[in-house]
T-cell receptor, first 112, second 114 residues
Framework: QKEVEQDPGPLSVPEGAIVSLNCTYSNSAFQYFMWYRQYSRKGPELLMYTYSSGNKEDGRFTAQVDKSSKYISLFIRDSQPSDSATYLCAMGSGGGADGLTFGKGTHLIIQP | DTAVSQTPKYLVTQMGNDKSIKCEQNLGHDTMYWYKQDSKKFLKIMFSYNNKELIINETVPNRFSPKSPDKAHLNLHINSLELGDSAVYFC?????????????FGPGTRLTVL
């Protein structure tokens, strides 16, 4: 079993819809959770960062972490065609120089 | 001004050659990383450097050697390149210190080995 599972998609939704992206993980040591957005042929761009269970909101984006279920989600409200990208979940166990463990990414397509 | 930059952006080379990729960050971060993204877009940690010391070294062939001349730079040297080394290599940096902080990525170097 991989440490981080993420459905690769593609996930195609109409413009304006609410998008839900999810990851599950198996390593209880993970304490920090991030969502990155990656456009084609670009580097990952940090969207959300959280280290506790619960919700964190930033504009149209909400990150949700449930450590008891080892499940994290990213919600995008009022989705726009410019949101079309690959969304990567990432997590780490702490310590100043830990590398992140990434999911494989979900390819999201927002249809105009 | 670019926070994390890498050169070159594209690198095409023959099997058996030796090549280097350079990374620079102007964020004042203590920790820098190299990640490899394969053809299936899976991103995996290779190395981490904290204040010029190697902290982690995942199961990467010893043909790959990171070198950090100072805490703003982390270069990746690859000897005897193989076809399987073809991938996109990303440099990242973070503030380090106690607890995991956000990592910021460079634009990537697309390496093609022929």
């Amino acid at each position: 079993q991989k440490e981080v599972e993420q459905d690769p998609g593609p996930l195609s939704v109409p413009e304006g819809a609410i998008v839900s992206l999810n990851c599950t993980y198996s390593n209880s040591a993970f304490q920090y959770f991030m969502w990155y957005r990656q456009y084609s042929r670009k580097g990952p761009e940090l969207l959300m960062y959280t280290y506790s269970s619960g919700n964190k909101e930033d504009g149209r984006f909400t990150a949700q972490v449930d450590k008891s279920s080892k499940y994290i989600s990213l919600f995008i409200r009022d989705s726009q065609p410019s949101d079309s990208a690959t969304y990567l979940c990432a997590m780490g166990s702490g310590g100043g120089a830990d590398g992140l463990t990434f999911g494989k990414g979900t390819h999201l397509i927002i249809q105009p | 001004d670019t926070a994390v930059s890498q050169t070159p952006k594209y690198l095409v080379t023959q099997m058996g050659n030796d090549k280097s990729i350079k990374c620079e960050q102007n964020l004042g971060h203590d920790t820098m990383y190299w990640y490899k993204q394969d053809s299936k877009k899976f991103l995996k940690i290779m190395f981490s450097y904290n204040n010029k010391e190697l902290i982690i070294n995942e199961t990467v062939p010893n043909r790959f050697s990171p070198k950090s001349p100072d805490k703003a730079h982390l270069n990746l040297h690859i000897n005897s390149l193989e076809l399987g080394d073809s991938a996109v290599y990303f440099c990242a940096s973070s503030g380090g210190g106690y607890g995991l902080t956000e990592q910021f990525f460079g634009p990537g170097t697309r390496l093609t080995v022929l």
